[in-house]
């Protein structure tokens, strides 16, 4: 799967839009981008993922580049509870048996009044 | 649905103890994963299952550590000895029909091991 490279941190004032980018220049064409966070405690959460459209849910949305070689995960109206550590992973989706998700350090986002 | 259910949530234990972890996935999905989360090495995946079958485990990291799914709705991790170095948090995690794009990995609460 292609490495991806994130900030280490970053911070967003409560209610403004976080924007989490995400470097995967060496991804190839049939990886996905994914995103997880997980807060302070508990497990992972998945959040969305695309291939090469942008793609939006109730959560966030995803912006893709053309050359597929980033993307930004936008959280609209950032809260208090969004505060965690967010995961960047390519991945391939079939290969004949179950993909792997490979967690990099991911970004820490904190959310402030 | 309950989601991922994990126990114990924390377990404290001494040097040379067998630990076994346990994981119920969700009804239906048919991969279990079992990753581990350190501050030195985030977070890996040891161990994964489909159809209770052991697909990769080239993540487990030495042959202390062993996994079985006997039934679809339920699976341990176990470690015989346990060893200082094998704290971490071990998370359980499953997914229905991995190898779509749309197999989001559901994760459990993960359970907070600490070998003295």
């Known amino acids: 799967d292609a490495k991806t490279t994130q900030p280490t941190s970053m911070d967003c004032a409560e209610g403004r839009a976080a924007n989490l980018p995400c470097n995967h220049s060496?991804?190839?064409?049939?990886?996905?981008v994914y995103w997880y966070r997980q807060i302070h405690s508990q497990g992972p959460q998945y959040i969305i993922h695309g291939l090469k459209n942008n793609e939006t849910n109730e959560m966030a949305s995803l912006i893709i580049t053309e050359d597929r070689k980033s993307s930004t995960l936008i959280l609209p109206h950032a809260t208090l509870r969004d505060t965690a550590v967010y995961y960047c992973?390519?991945?391939?989706?079939?290969?004949?048996?179950?993909?792997?998700?490979?967690f990099g350090t991911g970004t820490r986002l904190q959310v402030t009044l | 649905d309950a989601g991922v259910i994990q126990s114990p949530r924390h377990e404290v234990t001494e040097m040379g103890q067998e630990v076994t972890l346990r994981c119920k996935p969700i009804?239906?999905?048919?991969?279990l994963f079992w990753y581990r989360q350190t501050m030195m090495r985030g977070l890996e995946l040891l161990i994964y299952?489909?159809?209770?079958?052991?697909?990769?485990d080239s993540g487990m990291p030495e042959d202390r550590f062993s996994a079985k799914m006997p039934n679809a709705s339920f699976s341990t991790l176990k470690i015989q000895p346990s060893e200082p170095r094998d704290s971490a948090v071990y998370f359980c995690?499953?997914?229905f029909g991995s190898g779509r794009s749309t197999d989001t990995q559901y994760f459990g609460p993960g359970t907070r091991l600490t070998v003295l």
């Open positions: 992973i390519v991945r391939v989706v079939w290969t004949g048996t179950a993909s792997k998700l490979t």
């Open positions: 060496t991804i190839s064409g049939n990886e996905y």
């Open positions: 009804s239906g999905h048919d991969y």
């Open positions: 995690a499953s997914s």
């Open positions: 299952f489909n159809n209770n079958v052991p697909i990769d």
